[in-house]
């Protein structure tokens, strides 16, 4: 049987599931009586651990971020253009891994996981997470795969606020960070954008205060509405010029004069919110959210960036999109910035791209290129 | 070429830079000169390229290199974070020369610049016999698509300099296929082809 795969993927891939019992506390104050976090791996871990990658999702992520589940999945995962044999995060060299965050809907403890205080799922229970508390578990996760430094930590968007966060606070166990269209804070726009996600799915009929599963029921409109307005920030107004431009579903280009669904934009829009809907826990996106919203190492620091990556011992690569207005160059130029108040090594490329916030998903050559040059530089030290 | 292999006028930028200096790297470029100055006087520092391209080459040599637009000057950078602040055959194309020599004694405790010398003989007979915008080596460029839009003579930037209260710590001139000369040391503003100086704020 012909391999149905491209020949730079990796293939297929299946998950894996961690189960920690030992209790976690968390920065909200709650503590976890144990947790289970779902994972991916690709590629070999080398015989002294010392070419494993860890990969952070974005906010809608999971940790199916390469290869396929199976032979008939019409995608592959979310960082297929960047992770394979001979691509940036290359799996010939590198051990990578991949974990669904805590709080997720897709296989690690969340909201949809049964709290075992109670025997029902947690919902609105499920404590809120911070970033921080991703980087507390998944160094757990390290530990069980018996990688005590990550050759790398990379991720886009709040994944590379993630590898960030890693490098401040497990300095010794990130050799470099990756942060990909990643800002050192939300600025207040972002926050204004998530809020109004959040008051979406909060203020749906069928949101029930965050226990819609007991009633058997959903916030489903909300969330399609929350992934909406998501998806139009995460584009550019070119890219959506480019993709859907003024063009209308009817062939005559006759307006309905009604409601239904008569521009492309619109009927893509309707699409991208109603599949969202199908793989996603509403409680998990509002919990993503406020993760972001709360994510802010300087804060502790007096506001001074520099002086919370000050004690880390990466070498970092930052990378933006000139299109990209969500988390725009000017928030990777501060982290770089920051980094070079303090003297840390650091590579930056402001990439040009038409795709937005969403370019860091693409193949986009430049991107790719940088990237790769930098994953190349990166000892491995013995081969497997 | 010399024996480390860069090209002559590197080859004395690299003989300027103190053991374990820390630099910067004004236009870049590939990052060769900054991966020699890493290997053989343990330097440490960053450079600054907007050439795409150059950066991801950069990046492969293995140096820190920071997508930068020098017109933007050096804000990004405290007064004399470095020890030398280095730009070689970039001056003649940024846009406001006189700003950036003065951000570059700023940041930097000294400067390192290299350009080529408009009044280059060659030059001057190009322009006077042919009639023609002048080209050569250094300045391989057609008038309509050069990015040299900046050109100055050994003399001119001697000029610029003291009107600055930039002093000059060091002058070498190149002439000819990168060579140094007698000649080339006695008349430099027409013998020599590339000028190297090595300044700082007095």
Redesign the interface.
């Known amino acids: 049987m012909a391999v149905p795969y491209p020949a730079d993927s990796i293939g297929l891939v299946s998950p894996q599931t961690a189960v920690f019992d030992q209790p976690l506390e968390l920065d909200s104050g709650h503590t976890l009586p144990g947790f289970e976090l779902a994972y991916e791996t690709y590629g070999t871990l080398n015989a002294d651990a010392s070419n494993a990658v860890l990969v952070c999702h974005a906010l809608s992520g999971t940790h199916h971020a390469a290869g396929y589940h199976a032979d008939d999945d019409r995608k592959p995962g979310w960082w297929e253009a960047c992770i394979g044999p001979g691509k940036p995060l290359d799996t010939e060299r590198f051990f990578v891994v991949c974990s669904n965050n805590l709080g997720g809907c897709h296989g690690s403890t969340g909201p949809t996981s049964l709290n075992p205080a109670t025997g029902q799922p947690y919902g609105a229970d499920f404590p809120l997470v911070t970033v921080r508390d991703w980087v507390r578990s998944q160094a757990l996760l390290a530990d069980h795969l018996g990688i005590q430094r990550w050759a790398a930590v990379a991720g886009g968007s709040l994944g590379g606020m993630q590898a960030l966060q890693w490098a401040i606070d497990l300095p010794e166990r990130v050799a470099n960070v990756v942060a990909i269209a990643a800002a050192p804070r939300l600025s207040a726009q972002n926050i204004a954008f998530n809020e109004v996600a959040r008051q979406a799915i909060r203020s749906d009929p069928e949101f029930h205060e965050g226990r819609y599963q007991q009633a058997g029921d959903r916030p489903r409109r909300g969330l399609m509405l929350a992934r909406m307005l998501g998806h139009i920030t995460y584009l550019s107004e070119a890219a959506m010029r480019e993709k859907f431009g003024r063009d209308q579903r009817g062939a005559n280009g006759d307006y309905g004069y009604n409601f239904d669904v008569e521009f492309e934009v619109e009927s893509y829009l309707r699409y991208q919110g109603q599949s969202f809907v199908d793989r996603f826990d509403a409680n998990t996106y509002l919990l993503m959210t406020k993760a972001l919203d709360y994510f802010d190492p300087a804060a502790e620091h007096g506001g001074n960036l520099g002086e919370a990556l000050a004690n880390t011992q990466s070498r970092y690569f930052i990378a933006s999109f000139t299109s990209d207005w969500r988390f725009p160059p000017s928030a990777s130029r501060e982290i770089v910035r920051a980094l070079l108040d303090t003297n840390k090594s650091v590579s930056y490329a402001e990439i040009e791209a038409d795709h937005g916030h969403d370019a860091f998903l693409m193949p986009v050559p430049r991107y790719l290129e940088s990237f790769s040059a930098f994953m190349h530089g990166i000892n491995t030290g013995v081969a497997t | 070429m010399s024996q480390s292999g860069l090209r002559a006028d590197l080859d004395i930028v690299a003989s300027w830079v103190g053991e374990g200096s820390?630099v910067l790297d004004l236009g870049c470029g590939d990052g060769l000169l900054l991966r020699h100055l890493f290997d053989s006087r343990q330097a440490?520092g960053?450079g600054l390229e907007i050439d795409?391209e150059k950066?991801?080459?950069?990046?492969?040599n293995?140096?820190?290199?920071?997508?930068s637009d020098l017109d933007q000057g050096l804000s990004?950078?405290?007064d004399q974070a470095f020890d030398q602040v280095i730009m070689t055959q970039t001056l003649q194309a940024v846009q406001r020369p006189r700003e950036l020599l003065l951000e570059m004694v700023r940041v930097g405790r000294e400067g390192i610049v290299t350009f080529p010398n408009f009044a280059y003989y060659r030059l001057r007979a190009h322009l006077a016999l042919r009639g023609r915008m002048p080209m050569s080596g250094a300045l391989s460029y057609g008038w309509y698509e050069t990015p040299n839009i900046h050109l100055c003579t050994i003399r001119d930037f001697e000029i610029l300099c003291e009107a600055l209260s930039i002093r000059i710590l060091e002058r070498r001139v190149l002439s000819n296929n990168y060579q140094q000369s007698f000649a080339g040391n006695l008349l430099p503003n027409l013998l020599g082809e590339i000028a190297l100086y090595r300044f700082c704020q007095s």
């Open positions: 820390r440490t960053y795409p950066i991801t080459q950069s990046i492969a293995g140096i820190n290199v920071i997508q990004d950078f405290d």
